[in-house]
């Protein structure tokens, strides 16, 4: 908690132009004492709670914001009183605390946009920039969310006072409603309701900075966008796909029921076993990733169970994303599979290895440079496969190129399928250098920009 306390205290004295009165900021009033002129914004105002005096006096402010122990007053623009615990924003100190008190006007009572301010009895305050609070608890910080609407249109379960307003009560006060989605918005309100991304359309995810609003319970802490823009922050206690590690990437919710002999989509139990208690998706990809010759992928299913696979491991039958719905039992704010499912992690490095060297009576040729542009725009082979880009995979573009009736098979670039009858193709590279992704099947290689998978056929056309 940063104290602030280089406040400078300013001598603040007027002449009023007449040359008759002289206002004078008042230095102390019972345990309050003056700690200087600061720029205030109707933006975002330096603290939160106004108080209406009928008769605007610093004294009376500052009685009024003795009531519930304030660490802090302001008066501003000769009449307006404040209280709060936070300088909410950091502004700098003002010169213009310039205006006679509406009710007194031998007093100092602020000035256009500057606050005159006053400090209780030396209680310590924070000061502004909050930080977005991460997690709490099994809640989990979705994002910035930019309004059309009423998306969450709930509240918890007992209302809480907007100058008590903080993440962790928002949360705790729609989870004891029965929400999984809590909203804070406007620094002090709390909406709930039950949302599942993806949002629906007309919903945007805005960048953080926009739900840049201090809660008003804790200044610390962030609470939302402004009043104008309807921006929310959002969070979530429904268990989120963790993210991978670096190095890893989300293959994605995986059909995993396992049939003939008890096999999972993965067939290897990690070498030392993760105790329930431990079990996380971090832990499990950090067991797979020292299983021997499985450690191409890592795969969560059933809430607390892990397994591994080899590079050859097909990823089998995607599932409803919402399948893969389990809490860890090592960190409930992960999702480990469904059940049925399994969520799956694959490390590009290993599981890129994958490529198919016969598949029926088609033969790898190998890895070849194809690069049109030193080709004279053409391809080593001349037609493209009917395949839609997205369900492109080494079995799909052969079946489809001896189909047409071709001999040769070859993809580029994770997406393109191309057939002819080549007899010479060229330049030949490692056939690491073949290393993009297929678009239908990431654990295989479907050649890459300028490169050709090619595969020949090597039996006779019915
Ligand atoms: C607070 O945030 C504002 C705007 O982002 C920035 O200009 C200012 O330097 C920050 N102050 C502190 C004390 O971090
Ligand atoms: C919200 O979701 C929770 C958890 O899935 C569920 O128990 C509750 O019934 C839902 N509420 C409504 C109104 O759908
Ligand atoms: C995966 O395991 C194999 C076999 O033990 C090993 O050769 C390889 O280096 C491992 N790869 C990574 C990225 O750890
Ligand atoms: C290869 O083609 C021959 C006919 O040319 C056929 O008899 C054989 O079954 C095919 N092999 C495979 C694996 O499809
Ligand atoms: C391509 O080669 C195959 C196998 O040799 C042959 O049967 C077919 O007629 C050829 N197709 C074309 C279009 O030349």
Redesign the pocket.
Known sequence: MFIRGALAILAFKHLASSGVAAQTTLPAYKTWTSIGCLRDSVEGRVLHHLVTLSDATVEACLDACIVNNYALAGLEFGHECYCGNSILYDYPQSPECILPCAGDSDEICGGPESLSLYQNAGIPFTVGNGSVVQSYGLWQLWECIEENGRLLPHGPKVPIPSDQMTVERCADGCAAA???TAGLERGWQCFCG?ITQPFPSGWESTSGFECNLPCLGNAQELCGGTLDEGRFLAYSNLPQVATAPPEWFQQGCFVDVPTNGGMHLLPRAPSTTIPSAEMTVENCISACNNAAGYNASAGVTAGDECWCGDYSAMPGVLAQTNSCNLRCTGDGREVCGGSGSMFIYSNPVVALQSYLTFFGNWSLQGCFVDDTSLNGGSSLLPIPSPLIPSAIHARHCMDSCGTLGYGSAGMKQGNECWCGNITTPGVTVPMSDCNSRCADDPFESCGAVDRLQLYQFEGTFS
């Open positions: 029965g929400w999984t039950n």
